[in-house]
């Protein structure tokens, strides 16, 4: 079971953002993945390996931890991050955290 | 470029089945495997099951099992997923996604499709 907090996140743009995920066992092999969706649209994957940045995604965004404690940074918040962020530990079987909310103050 | 694009939306009733395709573009097919989500409104990303396009081999969420089938065409780089049985509950979009095993590590689902809306509405 992944755990994610906060489920909302009240920030303004320039502002930093720090999600937190947390597995109820560690994860294996550090795949703990972070990925941002938008409304309407499919996930975008936006980190693997836990601190693995994805194609194309900004050097704001960090990922980092291992074991059972993963967080994601997001420097400083551009207009378009404003979304919902999940974690997700993959590999043979899959499971996400309830999603993190990152709204404009 | 790659691309995954799933069939249209669907309304169905309950106890019915649904068979819902995700047609790959843009890479060698039989390099990734297949992956099914969903997502309830307004809820969150639950994970279906895998197909290996390669084999053909099969991974399902056990809350599925005996409802859920995927299966691929290779000849036509498709992918399809069915579920029988539906309830009102199974009302959600439903996502395909590929991922990939490779050099003994895992790596996760880079490319999504679109979505297909199923309703299931008496």
């Known amino acids: 079971v992944l755990t994610q907090s906060p489920a909302t996140l009240s920030l303004s743009p320039g502002e930093r953002a720090t999600l937190s995920c947390r597995a109820s066992q560690s994860v294996r092999g550090t795949y703990l993945a972070w990925y941002q969706q938008k409304p309407g649209q499919a996930p975008r994957l936006l980190m693997h390996?836990?601190?693995s940045r994805a194609t194309d995604v900004p050097e704001r965004f960090r990922g980092g931890g291992s074991g059972t404690d993963f967080t994601l940074t997001i420097s400083r918040l551009e207009p378009e991050d404003f979304a919902v962020y999940y974690c997700q530990q993959y590999g043979r079987s899959q499971t996400f955290g309830q999603g993190t909310k990152v709204e404009i103050k | 470029q790659v691309a995954l694009v799933q069939s249209g939306a669907e309304m169905t009733k309950p106890g019915a089945s649904v068979k819902v395709s995700c047609k790959a573009s843009g890479y060698t097919f039989t390099t990734y495997d297949i992956n099914w989500f969903r997502q309830a409104p307004g809820q969150g990303l639950e994970w279906m099951g895998r197909i290996s396009t390669n084999t053909g081999n099969t991974n399902y969420a056990q809350k599925f099992l005996g409802r859920l089938t995927l299966t691929t065409d290779t000849s036509t780089t498709t992918a399809y997923m069915e579920m029988t049985s539906l309830r009102f509950d199974d009302t959600a979009l439903y996502f395909c996604?590929?991922?990939?095993?490779?050099?003994?590590?895992?790596?996760?689902?880079?490319?999504w499709g679109q979505g297909t809306l199923v309703t299931v509405s008496s």
């Open positions: 996604a590929r991922d990939v095993f490779i050099r003994s590590s895992w790596y996760p689902c880079d490319y």
């Open positions: 390996t836990a601190s």
